[in-house]
């Protein structure tokens, strides 16, 4: 979702493919055999099959972006994102999916993740967005993961003690931005006509 994000958000048209990961195409695992969604094919040859790198390669493309800025605001989203990858996500991972972590229970998973929110809570108590009162690309990086995570259990969420998250959740949430990516395709089949996103 944040690969498309960034896309949308960059102008930067590309030939969108649906892919049902259950059956995937050789093509795609010829141009990729790790598999994973999202790929990008660049016109030179280059692969991209990092969510985050594609992400960067958008926001790079679209030249002196806001969304991207300066080396430090790069940076500072960067750690964020890093964050967000490398701790939120195996949190959100074994809430999301109890049933296959059964060592503990849906609501102490919970209780792990909500150390991260804690911390975004603190830092959009500052400013509007993550880093500044300019939207970026560490918000656009890291919405998705908490949306996942608010749908779980979306009543436990609303009623949260982080008024500043869901202030900020509800602005994506309700974006043309984010509405502009959320329309279903079908999967795609070879001799399929072109389909532009």
Do not use: C
């Not at 958000?9 to 795609?28: A, F, H, T």
């Not at 996500?89 to 296959?100: G, I, P, S, T, V």
Request: cysteine-free.
């Amino acid at each position: 979702m944040r690969a498309r994000l960034a896309i949308k958000q960059s102008g930067i048209k590309v030939i969108l493919r649906e892919v049902v990961l259950r059956n995937k195409p050789s093509s795609m695992l010829s141009i990729s055999p790790k598999g994973t969604v999202p790929v990008l094919l660049l016109p030179n040859g280059d692969v991209i099959d990092e969510s985050w790198d594609i992400v960067h390669w958008a926001t790079a493309e679209q030249g002196t972006s806001q969304i991207r800025g300066d080396v430090t605001r790069v940076s500072d989203a960067n750690q964020w994102v890093q964050k967000n990858d490398h701790e939120f996500k195996q949190h959100l991972d074994h809430y999301k999916y109890a049933d296959r972590f059964p060592e503990f229970s849906a609501e102490h998973y919970r209780t792990q993740a909500e150390s991260f929110l804690n911390l975004l809570d603190q830092q959009l108590a500052q400013h509007a967005f993550l880093l500044d009162n300019q939207p970026s690309i560490a918000d656009i990086g890291i919405f998705p993961f908490v949306r996942q995570f608010a749908h779980v259990d979306i009543e436990w969420f609303r009623q949260t003690p982080y008024p500043h998250l869901q202030r900020w959740f509800d602005y994506y949430l309700s974006s043309e931005l984010f509405a502009s990516i959320m329309n279903k395709y079908p999967a795609w089949e070879e001799g399929q006509e072109p389909l532009t996103f």
